[in-house]
């Protein structure tokens, strides 16, 4: 399986990318969302996550390998939970991803069901099965560092799921807890445990 491409790029579409490599061209599928990140970099040098599947009818068989490719491991793994929900599948996820990462999960997170439904491909029924399945697996997406390109580095860790957790569990809001961990959330800031982070949390708010 390849697992990351990277070459020029020589095309880029409303739904797929055009990449060369040597003698080789490859087309990579793109949700939205990277497809944007891409604009600006035609005829330069790129480098993507990808995963493959295979398109078509087995019973048949006429199956077409296919790559989809993401500028990042947080956005391939954010799709790859977005196809997990029962009736959602690859194609409707490549579809509905046109919001950044973050922004969709705080919408799962919340159970924001009305702006789901408003992803293409998502209608209200659709949208309460991925809210039902996937919202306390949303954490780590929604506390994403919004400021850049979010590489695997900058997932909050365990520590930082688990303290917003407990911030949750007395009586923040899912909203406020976000706030109060990315306060936290520094380059080359160190925890030990949740005490710790919810200990500087609130040294903070008293400034």
Do not use: W
């Amino acid at each position: 399986m390849i697992t990351r491409i990277n070459g020029l790029l020589v095309g880029l579409n409303e739904s797929c990318a055009s990449i060369r490599i040597g003698g080789f061209e490859y087309e990579v599928l793109l949700p939205d969302v990277v497809r944007r990140q891409l604009q600006s970099r035609l005829n330069s040098e790129v480098s993507l996550r990808t995963i493959e599947y295979l398109d078509g009818n087995p019973q048949q068989g006429r199956l077409t390998p296919r790559m989809i490719g993401f500028m990042n491991e947080a956005e391939l793994e954010f799709f790859e939970q977005i196809c997990s929900v029962d009736g959602v599948g690859v194609k409707k996820a490549l579809r509905a991803m046109v919001r950044p990462v973050r922004e969709i999960a705080v919408s799962i997170e919340e159970q924001d069901v009305k702006n789901l439904s408003t992803l293409p491909g998502i209608g209200p029924a659709m949208a309460e099965r991925i809210v039902a399945k996937l919202r306390r697996k949303m954490t780590k997406f929604a506390l994403m560092i919004a400021s850049r390109i979010p590489e695997a580095a900058d997932l909050p860790s365990d520590l930082m799921s688990e303290a917003y957790e407990a911030l949750l569990s007395v009586g923040h809001s899912p909203q406020d807890a976000r706030e109060r961990i990315e306060t936290v959330m520094q380059p080359g800031k160190k925890f030990r445990t949740v005490e710790d982070v919810l200990t500087e949390i609130y040294q903070r708010q008293k400034k």
